[in-house]
């Protein structure tokens, strides 16, 4: 068994009104798809899996909890499903800013894009350099991941797209330590 970590709602609930609570365990097959009825959906780290909500659990009020399980199934760093798991004790949900998101999203693009204009756009941003609309604008046309700046949501796209992409080129990244960076405030 090892530590990972389960959103809820702000009711303790998951979809379907899974009730979940200290010393409470849901299991699942161990078939199908991650997402799917077979597996529980955990995160292996707390930072992702606030940084992921907005487009894998959409929680308006989440909680957060820590867990035990076994992985039997990974989407990279990102999510993970075990047959079965079971709630330790809530967790403080860790305060994560827009700023940290956009910082996320770019850090995430920074490991998969070459392009050269959107890269010196984004060191600029991430050292606070320039954080203008225009040239927000401007790298965007360079590439779609300078989009993260409009929206928490995006910056989950963007590290799902990252992950993706480097998976595809055989270079791995350490989505736990992006994510680490970004909400530390370290450049």
């Keep these: 068994m090892i530590k990972l970590f389960k959103l809820t709602d702000r009711d303790g609930q998951t979809r379907g009104g899974t009730q979940w609570w200290p010393g409470v365990s849901h299991s699942g097959t161990g078939t199908g798809e991650l997402c799917g009825p077979g597996w529980i959906h955990a995160y292996e780290h707390p930072l992702i899996a606030v940084l992921m909500n907005p487009i894998h659990a959409r929680f308006r ?24 798991l079971t709630i330790i004790r809530e967790i403080p949900l860790p305060s994560i800013t827009t700023e940290m998101r956009v910082r996320f999203a770019i850090l995430c693009a920074k490991e998969v894009c070459a392009d050269l204009p959107w890269n010196a756009w984004a060191d600029k941003w991430l050292s606070g350099e320039d954080r203008s609309e225009a040239a927000a604008g401007a790298a965007a046309e360079a590439a ?4 993260a700046v409009q929206a928490a949501s995006w910056a989950a796209y963007a590290a799902e797209a990252a992950a993706a992409a480097a998976r595809e080129v055989g270079h791995g990244i350490n989505i736990f330590e992006i994510a680490e960076k970004a909400c530390s405030g370290l450049r």
């Excluded at 779609?144 to 989009?147: E, K, N």
């Design 144 to 147: 779609w991941a300078a989009w």
């Design 61 to 84: 009020t989440p909680r957060l909890w820590e867990a035990e399980g076994e992985v039997g199934l990974r989407n990279g760093q990102l999510k993970c499903g075990c047959k079965t």
